[in-house]
C-alpha cells in the first residue's frame, strides 16, 4: 500500500531561521510528489508537483527537491506569514493522492 | 470566482440523520474527489468520479453514498450519522492524466454529529 510519511509533525522556527521538512515515501510508480500549503479553516492549496529525483522547485522562499526515496521542501528565511501546515502527497499508477499527515509550521516574529 | 466550491461550509446534525454536502468545480476538470480530513488533520481518499463514473471508492461505510449528476459536481449523501463521522470533509477535482498542478480543492465542509 503507497504510504506518505512527513516529520517533524510541527516545528516552531525564529522568523529568518531557515529549516526544511521532510517527507519519505513509498509509493508504487510514483508519477508525482506533490507540496501543499493549508491554512487554518481553509482547503489545501497546490505549491510544487515533482516528478523524478534529483528535480528541483522553487517559489519565493521554498523550495522542493525530491529524491528515490524522500522529497525535502527547503524554506530559507521564513516569516510568520509561511505559518501554515504543510502536506506531502504522491501518486502513483492507483490515480490515488495518498497523504501524509502534515507538518505545523510555526514561525515567530 | 470560487474554483471549487462547496456547501454547507458548517453542518451540525443528531446522530441517525440522513445529510448531503454538495459540490461544484467551475474549472473544466473531468475528475472528482472525496477526501475526509479527521481530528488529527489527515486526509484520506473516499471516493473518485471521472466523467460521471466512479473510479476510486476507498473502504468506507456503505452509509457513504457519492452522486455525480454531472462532470462538474459530485454530492456525498450520509445515512444514519454516527458520532464518528465528525470530520471535516473536502471536495477536489483535477483534469485526469495530466499531474502538473495537483488537485484543486474546496474550503471543506465541517461536520459535527453531536
Known amino acids: 500500500e503507497d504510504q506518505v510519511t512527513q516529520s517533524p509533525e510541527a516545528l516552531r522556527l525564529q522568523e529568518g531561521e531557515s529549516s526544511s521538512l521532510n517527507c519519505s515515501y513509498t509509493?508504487?510508480?510514483?508519477?508525482?510528489l506533490f507540496w501543499y500549503r493549508q491554512d487554518p479553516g481553509k482547503g489545501p492549496e497546490f505549491l510544487f508537483t515533482l516528478y523524478s529525483a534529483g528535480e528541483e522547485k522553487e517559489k519565493e522562499r521554498l523550495k522542493a527537491t525530491l529524491t528515490k526515496k524522500e522529497s525535502f521542501l527547503h524554506i530559507t528565511a521564513p516569516k510568520p506569514e509561511d505559518s501554515a501546515t504543510y502536506l506531502c502527497?504522491?501518486?502513483?499508477?492507483?490515480?490515488?493522492?495518498?497523504f501524509g499527515k502534515g507538518t505545523k509550521l510555526t514561525v515567530n516574529p | 470566482d470560487t474554483a471549487v466550491s462547496q456547501t454547507p461550509k458548517y453542518l451540525v446534525t443528531q446522530m441517525g440523520n440522513d445529510k448531503s454536502i454538495k459540490c461544484e468545480q467551475n474549472l473544466g476538470h473531468d475528475t472528482m474527489y472525496w477526501y475526509k480530513q479527521d481530528s488529527k488533520k489527515f486526509l484520506k481518499i473516499m471516493f473518485s468520479y471521472n466523467n460521471k463514473e466512479l473510479i476510486i471508492n476507498e473502504t468506507v461505510p456503505n452509509r457513504f453514498s457519492p452522486k455525480s449528476p454531472d462532470k462538474a459536481h459530485l454530492n456525498l449523501h450520509i445515512n444514519s450519522l454516527e458520532l464518528g463521522d465528525s470530520a471535516v470533509y473536502f471536495c477536489?477535482?483535477?483534469?485526469?492524466?495530466?499531474?502538473?498542478?495537483?488537485?484543486?480543492f474546496g474550503s471543506g465542509t465541517r461536520l459535527t454529529v453531536v
Open positions: 477536489a477535482s483535477s483534469l485526469w492524466g495530466s499531474i502538473n498542478y495537483g488537485y484543486t
Open positions: 509509493v508504487s510508480g510514483l508519477r508525482g
Open positions: 502527497a504522491g501518486q502513483g499508477g492507483s490515480e490515488k493522492l495518498v
